[in-house]
């Protein structure tokens, strides 16, 4: 079972930063692609940023020279800096990890930007 623990949410007034965290803990051996997603309301789930085992990074447009996606092997972490944040940028965020043939989603945080 593997386990993941999101932290970095909360709120910040639009042109702010933040800092989301996703460590995972528990069977990891063989963590692969790791990423985060994010949900609006009334909106469906939608990629944001996703970082391989190599470190190969994919970004959405919109959040392309905003956000940077980072991974620490050794602390089994993968991080989201988010700047220039914008209202549209609020939603809940979700960390996903693959580890061998399965997918992991964490609980989600909620990030929140205001006008």
């Known amino acids: 079972q593997v386990q993941l623990v999101e932290s970095g949410g909360g709120l910040?007034?639009?042109?702010?930063?933040?800092?989301?965290?996703?460590?995972a803990s528990g069977s990891i051996f063989?963590?692969?692609?790791m990423g985060w997603y994010r949900?609006?309301?009334g909106k469906q789930r939608e990629l944001v940023a996703t970082i391989t085992s190599r470190d190969r990074t994919n970004y959405a447009d919109s959040v392309k020279g905003r956000f940077t996606i980072?991974?620490?092997n050794a602390k089994n972490t993968v991080y989201l800096e988010m700047?220039?944040?914008?209202?549209?940028d609020t939603a809940v965020y979700y960390c996903n990890v693959d580890v061998r043939?399965?997918?992991?989603?964490?609980?989600?945080?909620?990030?929140?930007?205001?006008?």
């Open 70 to 72: 980072l991974r620490d």
């Open 101 to 115: 043939t399965f997918t992991y989603w964490g609980q989600g945080t909620q990030v929140t930007v205001s006008s």
């Open 39 to 41: 949900q609006a309301p």
């Open 30 to 33: 063989g963590i692969g692609a």
């Open 83 to 88: 700047n220039s944040l914008k209202p549209e």
């Open 12 to 23: 910040v007034q639009a042109g702010g930063s933040l800092r989301l965290s996703c460590a």
